[in-house]
C-alpha cells in the first residue's frame, strides 16, 4: 500500500525554500508557451484524459477514472443520503455534495453516464465506456469512477496517481522540480455544453497547503487560463524516468476553508488553478478523508509513492 503524507501548512526546509524561489523563477511560462493552448495528440497516451459530461476526467487503471466530485451530480449518484456537513471544509463540501456514504466501498449508479475518449468533444463518434459505479472521500472535492468494462489500451493508456513520499520534502521537491502540464476539456465562451477540444500545455507551480496544490496552467485561446469544462482535470508531473503521473485534480481557483486548509506556501498569481492534492492527508479537526490512504486501498493498482 502507497504511503499517504499529510500536507503541512506552509512551513520549508531553508533548502526548499531556495529551490522554490529558483523554480517560481525559472518555471515562468515564455510567451510561446503561455500563449499555448493546442489540441492534443489523439493517443492513446494522451486520451487518458477523457470527457465527463461537461467536465474533464483521467483514466487511472484500465477500468477506473479520477475527477472533481462536483462534476459527479447528485441525480447521476441516485442518492438521497444525508449530506455530509463538513463545517470546517464548508466551501469544498457544498461543491462536492458529499454522501454520508462509506468512501471505502463502491456505490452503484442510478444511471450510468460515459466517459469519452479522444481529443476533439465535437466528434459524436469518439468511443465512450458507462460508468457503473463510485466512491467518494469524505469533505474533499474528489470522485472515482468504475467502469462497465476495461478500456483497451489501443484507445487509452492510464496514468498512475501519487499517493505520498518515501521523505518528508520528496513530494514538495518533485512539484518544485517538475516539469507539470494541464490538460483538459475547457470550453471558449460561447461553445455549448460538452462540445470542448483537449488542450493542454505547461504549468508553473505556486505552493500548497494543507488541502490543495496551486499552479498557474497555460493561457488559452481565448485569453483565459482556466475555463469551464476544466472542473478535474489533472495536475500531470512528469518523473525524471520518463513517466507520467498524477497529483492533483483541479477544483477551480482561490484557497477554498483556509481557516482549516491554512494558507498557500506562497501567494499564487490571479487566474491560477486550486488542485486537490491525490496525497492530501487527514485536516486537523475534520472527519475529512485521508485522500491518499483512501486512493492506495480504493485503487492500489494505481497508486504509486515516491522515493
Given at each position: 500500500?502507497?504511503?499517504?503524507?499529510?500536507m503541512?501548512?506552509?512551513?520549508?526546509?531553508?533548502?526548499?525554500?531556495?529551490a522554490?524561489?529558483?523554480?517560481?523563477?525559472?518555471s515562468?511560462p515564455?510567451?510561446?508557451?503561455?500563449?499555448?493552448?493546442?489540441?492534443?495528440?489523439?493517443?492513446?497516451?494522451a486520451?487518458?484524459?477523457?470527457?465527463?459530461g461537461?467536465?474533464?476526467?483521467?483514466l487511472?487503471?484500465?477500468?477506473?477514472?479520477?475527477?472533481?466530485?462536483?462534476?459527479?451530480?447528485?441525480?447521476?449518484?441516485?442518492?438521497?443520503?444525508?449530506k455530509?456537513?463538513?463545517?470546517?471544509?464548508?466551501?469544498?463540501?457544498?461543491?462536492?455534495k458529499?454522501?454520508?456514504?462509506?468512501?471505502?466501498?463502491?456505490?452503484?449508479?442510478?444511471?450510468?453516464?460515459k466517459?469519452r475518449?479522444?481529443?476533439?468533444g465535437?466528434?459524436?463518434?469518439?468511443?465512450?465506456?458507462?460508468?457503473?459505479?463510485?466512491?467518494?472521500?469524505?469533505?474533499?472535492?474528489?470522485v472515482?469512477?468504475?467502469?462497465?468494462e476495461?478500456v483497451?489500451?489501443?484507445i487509452?493508456?492510464?496514468?498512475?496517481?501519487?499517493?505520498?513520499?518515501?521523505?518528508?520534502?520528496?513530494?514538495?521537491?518533485?512539484?518544485?522540480?517538475?516539469?507539470?502540464?494541464?490538460a483538459?476539456?475547457?470550453?471558449?465562451?460561447?461553445?455549448?455544453?460538452?462540445k470542448?477540444?483537449r488542450?493542454?500545455?505547461?504549468?508553473s507551480?505556486?505552493?500548497?497547503?494543507?488541502?490543495?496544490?496551486?499552479?498557474l496552467?497555460?493561457k488559452?485561446?481565448?485569453?483565459?487560463r482556466?475555463?469551464?469544462?476544466?472542473s478535474?482535470?489533472?495536475?500531470?508531473?512528469?518523473?525524471?524516468?520518463g513517466?507520467?503521473?498524477?497529483?492533483?485534480?483541479?477544483?477551480?481557483?482561490?484557497?477554498?476553508?483556509?481557516e482549516?486548509?491554512?494558507?498557500?506556501?506562497?501567494?499564487?498569481?490571479?487566474?491560477?488553478g486550486?488542485?486537490?492534492?491525490?496525497?492530501?492527508?487527514?485536516?486537523?479537526?475534520?472527519?475529512?478523508?485521508?485522500?491518499?490512504?483512501?486512493?492506495?486501498?480504493?485503487?492500489?493498482?494505481?497508486?504509486?509513492?515516491l522515493?
Amino acid at each position: 500500500m502507497a504511503q499517504s503524507l499529510m500536507m503541512r501548512t506552509p512551513s520549508c526546509s531553508p533548502h526548499a525554500l531556495v529551490a522554490l524561489i529558483w523554480a517560481l523563477l525559472q518555471s515562468l511560462p515564455t510567451a510561446a508557451e503561455a500563449n499555448s493552448s493546442r489540441l492534443d495528440v489523439d493517443s492513446p497516451s494522451a486520451n487518458a484524459v477523457a470527457m465527463l459530461g461537461g467536465c474533464s476526467a483521467t483514466l487511472i487503471a484500465p477500468d477506473k477514472a479520477l475527477a472533481a466530485a462536483h462534476c459527479f451530480s447528485i441525480r447521476t449518484r441516485g442518492m438521497d443520503a444525508e449530506k455530509t456537513l463538513c463545517p470546517k471544509l464548508s466551501m469544498q463540501a457544498n461543491m462536492s455534495k458529499t454522501p454520508k456514504l462509506d468512501p471505502y466501498t463502491w456505490h452503484k449508479t442510478q444511471f450510468q453516464p460515459k466517459l469519452r475518449f479522444g481529443a476533439d468533444g465535437r466528434d459524436g463518434d469518439l468511443p465512450s465506456f458507462q460508468i457503473s459505479h463510485f466512491t467518494m472521500p469524505l469533505c474533499g472535492d474528489m470522485v472515482l469512477l468504475r467502469l462497465s468494462e476495461p478500456v483497451p489500451a489501443d484507445i487509452a493508456i492510464p496514468i498512475p496517481i501519487i499517493t505520498g513520499a518515501g521523505t518528508e520534502n520528496g513530494l514538495e521537491i518533485a512539484l518544485i522540480r517538475g516539469p507539470l502540464r494541464h490538460a483538459g476539456f475547457g470550453r471558449a465562451n460561447g461553445e455549448a455544453k460538452g462540445k470542448a477540444q483537449r488542450s493542454g500545455g505547461r504549468v508553473s507551480y505556486w505552493g500548497q497547503n494543507n488541502c490543495h496544490l496551486y499552479a498557474l496552467p497555460p493561457k488559452r485561446a481565448n485569453g483565459r487560463r482556466i475555463n469551464s469544462g476544466d472542473s478535474g482535470a489533472p495536475l500531470i508531473l512528469r518523473l525524471s524516468d520518463g513517466r507520467d503521473v498524477i497529483m492533483g485534480v483541479m477544483w477551480g481557483r482561490g484557497n477554498p476553508d483556509g481557516e482549516a486548509c491554512g494558507l498557500p506556501s506562497s501567494i499564487p498569481p490571479e487566474n491560477h488553478g486550486s488542485y486537490t492534492a491525490t496525497f492530501r492527508g487527514k485536516v486537523q479537526g475534520t472527519q475529512a478523508t485521508d485522500i491518499g490512504d483512501w486512493l492506495s486501498r480504493m485503487v492500489p493498482e494505481a497508486a504509486i509513492t515516491l522515493p
